[in-house]
């Protein structure tokens, strides 16, 4: 997870500083998989089921049946500019 924020932040960083287009928030963002996956395994720890593999794995298969998706259907998140209309 560290990982992945690191590599989100430098990303975002350098289409910044190039003033182009965040590469991230065209699509279904990769951030909004990864919490809802998140979302699911704290759930699953809060009522007590930590540490458990398969809470681990109905998380991850989460993240990668919705990033599936996302991709096979071209789902977009709605961008700021496309919400003032």
């Known amino acids: 997870?560290?990982?992945?924020?690191?590599?989100?932040?430098?990303?975002?960083?350098r289409d910044l500083l190039l003033n182009a287009e965040i590469a991230w928030m065209g699509y279904v963002s990769i951030v909004l998989t990864i919490f809802i996956g998140a979302a699911v395994y704290l759930l699953g720890d809060y009522l007590g089921f930590a540490g458990e593999a398969w809470l681990l794995l109905i998380g991850v298969g989460i993240i990668i049946t919705i990033?599936?998706?996302?991709?096979?259907y071209s789902w977009k998140m709605p961008l700021i500019k496309e919400l003032d209309k």
């Open 1 to 13: 997870m560290i990982a992945y924020i690191t590599a989100l932040g430098g990303g975002t960083i």
């Open 67 to 72: 990033r599936t998706m996302a991709v096979r």
